[in-house]
C-alpha cells in the first residue's frame, strides 16, 4: 500500500509540470505557423530593388561635378583678369619711366601730369611727402616723426605694400583650386565606384559589360578635377613669375627716386611758386645794378 506522504508529492508535481508542457506545446505552435510569414517578409526584402545606394552615389557625384565646374568658371575668371591687370601695368610703367626719365630736372618730373599704373602712384606718394614736408608744414604726429628721408622712405615703402597687395588678390584662389581640385574628383570617382559595385552585386552578374559602364562614368569625375587643376597651377605659377618681375622694377625705381630726391636735399618747389609776389599782387623782378660814374668815365678814356 503505497504511502500518503508519496502520493501527495506526485499528485502536486504533475500538477505543476502540466501548465508548462501545455505552454511549451503552444509556442511551438505559433512558432510554425510565424515561419511562413517571415520566410515571406526576408524573400520581399531581398528582391526590394536598391534604391538607396543609387540615388546617395547619384547625388554625390554630380553635386561634384558642379562643384568642379565652378572651379573651372572661377578660375578662368581671374586668369582673364589677371592677364588684363598686367598688360595695363605694364603699358602704364613703361609710358611713365619714359616720361619720369625724359624730364630735364627733378622738379619737372613732380609736374607730369595724366600719370596711371604703380610707378606713377610711387613717384605721386613721394612727390607729395616732399611738398608735405617742404616749408614746416608737417604735422607733429606719430605719422610724421622722423627726419624728410625717414618719412620718405617710410611712405614708398608703405605704398610698394599696397601695390604688392593688389598684385597678389586672386592668386590664392588660384593655389586653392590647383591643390583640391583632383582631390574633389577623387572623391566622386570613389563614391561613383560604391554605387556600381552595389549594382553589380544585385544584379548577379559581373561581365564586362556590366562593369565598364558605371565604373567609366565614376572616373569621370577624377577626369574633370584635373582637367580643372591644371590651367590653376599653370596660372598661379605664370602670375608669381610676372609679380616678381613687377615687384623688381618697383622697388627699383623707389631706390632711383630716394636718391634724386637726396641730390635736391629732399625739396622741391611748389608749382606755380618761382617768383615771389608783392603785397600788391606785383612780382619783384632783378634789375641790374647801375655803373657808378667812375666806371663810365673810364670806359670813355676820361680818367678822374
Given at each position: 500500500?503505497?504511502d500518503?506522504?508519496?502520493?501527495?508529492?506526485?499528485?502536486s508535481q504533475?500538477?505543476?509540470?502540466?501548465?508548462?508542457a501545455?505552454?511549451?506545446?503552444?509556442?511551438q505552435?505559433?512558432?510554425?505557423?510565424?515561419a511562413?510569414?517571415?520566410a515571406?517578409?526576408?524573400?520581399?526584402?531581398?528582391?526590394?530593388?536598391p534604391?538607396?545606394?543609387?540615388?546617395?552615389?547619384g547625388?554625390?557625384?554630380?553635386g561634384?561635378l558642379?562643384?568642379?565646374?565652378?572651379?573651372?568658371?572661377?578660375?578662368?575668371?581671374?586668369?582673364l583678369?589677371?592677364?588684363i591687370?598686367?598688360?595695363?601695368?605694364?603699358?602704364h610703367?613703361?609710358?611713365?619711366?619714359?616720361?619720369?626719365?625724359?624730364?630735364?630736372?627733378?622738379?619737372?618730373?613732380s609736374?607730369?601730369?595724366?600719370?596711371?599704373?604703380?610707378?606713377?602712384r610711387?613717384?605721386?606718394?613721394?612727390?607729395?611727402?616732399?611738398?608735405?614736408?617742404?616749408?614746416?608744414?608737417t604735422?607733429h604726429?606719430?605719422?610724421?616723426?622722423?627726419?624728410r628721408?625717414?618719412?620718405l622712405?617710410r611712405?614708398?615703402?608703405q605704398?610698394?605694400?599696397?601695390?604688392?597687395?593688389s598684385?597678389?588678390s586672386g592668386?590664392?584662389?588660384l593655389?586653392?583650386?590647383?591643390?583640391i581640385?583632383p582631390?574633389?574628383?577623387?572623391?566622386?570617382?570613389?563614391?561613383g565606384?560604391?554605387?556600381a559595385?552595389?549594382?553589380?552585386?544585385?544584379?548577379?552578374?559581373?561581365?564586362?559589360?556590366?562593369?565598364?559602364g558605371?565604373?567609366?562614368?565614376?572616373?569621370?569625375?577624377?577626369?574633370?578635377g584635373?582637367a580643372?587643376?591644371?590651367?590653376?597651377?599653370?596660372?598661379?605659377?605664370?602670375?608669381?613669375?610676372?609679380?616678381?618681375?613687377?615687384?623688381?622694377?618697383?622697388?627699383?625705381?623707389?631706390?632711383e627716386?630716394?636718391?634724386?630726391?637726396l641730390?635736391?636735399?629732399?625739396l622741391?618747389?611748389?608749382?606755380g611758386?618761382?617768383?615771389?609776389?608783392?603785397?600788391?599782387?606785383?612780382?619783384?623782378?632783378?634789375?641790374p645794378?647801375?655803373?657808378?660814374?667812375?666806371?663810365?668815365?673810364?670806359?670813355n678814356?676820361v680818367?678822374?
Amino acid at each position: 500500500m503505497a504511502d500518503p506522504t508519496t502520493a501527495a508529492a506526485e499528485i502536486s508535481q504533475a500538477a505543476t509540470q502540466a501548465p508548462i508542457a501545455g505552454a511549451v506545446s503552444g509556442a511551438q505552435s505559433v512558432a510554425t505557423d510565424l515561419a511562413p510569414a517571415a520566410a515571406n517578409v526576408a524573400s520581399s526584402v531581398a528582391s526590394a530593388p536598391p534604391v538607396g545606394p543609387e540615388i546617395t552615389s547619384g547625388l554625390i557625384v554630380d553635386g561634384t561635378l558642379d562643384v568642379l565646374i565652378a572651379f573651372s568658371v572661377v578660375t578662368w575668371a581671374l586668369i582673364l583678369i589677371k592677364g588684363i591687370q598686367h598688360l595695363r601695368i605694364g603699358y602704364h610703367n613703361r609710358a611713365y619711366s619714359k616720361k619720369f626719365w625724359s624730364a630735364k630736372d627733378f622738379q619737372a618730373a613732380s609736374a607730369l601730369q595724366d600719370n596711371k599704373g604703380p610707378a606713377a602712384r610711387i613717384a605721386e606718394v613721394g612727390f607729395a611727402t616732399l611738398l608735405e614736408t617742404d616749408g614746416g608744414t608737417t604735422t607733429h604726429d606719430l605719422e610724421h616723426t622722423g627726419e624728410r628721408q625717414e618719412l620718405l622712405d617710410r611712405r614708398l615703402r608703405q605704398q610698394l605694400q599696397k601695390e604688392r597687395g593688389s598684385l597678389e588678390s586672386g592668386l590664392a584662389i588660384l593655389a586653392t583650386i590647383g591643390s583640391i581640385s583632383p582631390f574633389v574628383g577623387l572623391f566622386g570617382t570613389v563614391w561613383g565606384i560604391m554605387g556600381a559595385l552595389t549594382n553589380i552585386s544585385k544584379s548577379g552578374s559581373a561581365n564586362l559589360e556590366v562593369v565598364a559602364g558605371p565604373i567609366g562614368e565614376a572616373l569621370v569625375a577624377t577626369a574633370i578635377g584635373i582637367a580643372v587643376a591644371v590651367p590653376a597651377v599653370i596660372g598661379y605659377n605664370f602670375f608669381i613669375r610676372r609679380n616678381k618681375v613687377v615687384w623688381a622694377f618697383l622697388d627699383d625705381f623707389a631706390v632711383e627716386f630716394g636718391h634724386l630726391a637726396l641730390k635736391t636735399s629732399f625739396l622741391i618747389k611748389r608749382t606755380g611758386s618761382t617768383s615771389a609776389p608783392t603785397a600788391r599782387g606785383e612780382t619783384l623782378v632783378k634789375k641790374p645794378a647801375l655803373k657808378s660814374n667812375n666806371e663810365d668815365l673810364e670806359t670813355n678814356g676820361v680818367q678822374v
